[in-house]
């Protein structure tokens, strides 16, 4: 049985991916940085028949909790196929470029990019050990340069400087991961789900939870052939479009 591990799991779109990837075949590690919220979560799951699930405390933020998963998944099983890094805030509002305080800055890439890195790091080791392991960096389109100096969009003047600039550097780091893993079976992808109904967006949005996860399922699930390197938001540009960077 394949297995793939999901940070910030233990509700809204992270949960469903978690049990959309356990109804496609996986034993999934449901990370959580609340071990309490995990096993919750888990049991919710149990309760519906899905078994092949487990919640492992993972506060992406804290290095001890990140290397204490890694120990404990590492006793469980010699390889993960997939890791869904999908753990993420928003910063909360206001957010300005000029206004909003370095501690702000700090806390939302501690989750946003360095959490990403941490976890990454630390399991790569399990995922070289896969035949066609895949990683997904749950990303944003609102983290596209191009479409956020577009004066012509919709969306031009909505600006969150903090949450949208840690997640372009997400999309840098994923694009210098997959390079450096270009020469493996390794396929890197920075995925937006949308603008998902759930507690991130005050349950606002034109997506629900289920389709947002498949979004991001689609790109943990892909052939040998798949793209790597690439930023995807299907809700806004269906594929085979990719997303502006």
């Known amino acids: 049985m394949k297995t793939a591990l999901v940070t910030g799991a233990n509700k809204g779109i992270g949960l469903e991916v978690v049990k959309q990837l356990a109804q496609s075949g996986f034993f999934v590690y449901l990370g959580s940085r609340n071990l309490a919220n995990g096993l919750s979560a888990a049991e919710t799951l149990h309760t519906a028949g899905i078994f092949n699930v487990e919640a492992v405390q993972l506060d992406v933020t804290n290095d001890e909790t990140v290397q204490a998963a890694r120990r404990l998944i590492g006793e469980k099983t010699p390889i993960l196929d997939v890791l869904i890094n999908n753990a993420g805030i928003s910063g909360g509002l206001p957010q300005s470029a000029l206004g909003s305080p370095i501690d702000q800055f700090n806390a939302v890439y501690d989750t946003n990019l360095f959490g990403v890195v941490r976890v ?4 790569i080791d399990l995922l070289k050990r896969s035949p066609e392991p895949r990683i997904v960096n749950v990303t944003t ?7 956020a100096a577009d004066s012509s969009s919709s969306s031009y003047h909505t600006k969150m400087a903090v949450y949208q600039s840690s997640k372009a550097a997400l999309n840098m780091y994923t694009v210098n991961l997959a390079y450096e ?18 507690d991130f967006t005050g349950h606002q949005g034109t997506s629900t939870v289920y389709q947002a996860s498949q979004r991001i399922v689609k790109y943990a699930l892909i052939e040998p052939d798949g793209p790597s390197g690439q930023f995807f938001s299907e809700e806004y540009f269906p594929a085979p479009a990719t997303c502006p960077w």
């Open 120 to 123: 990454t790091q630390a399991f």
């Open 181 to 198: 893993l270009r020469d493996t079976p390794f396929k890197v992808n920075g995925v937006c789900p949308g603008w998902t109904q759930t």
């Open 141 to 147: 389109a609102m983290a596209s340069l191009n479409l």
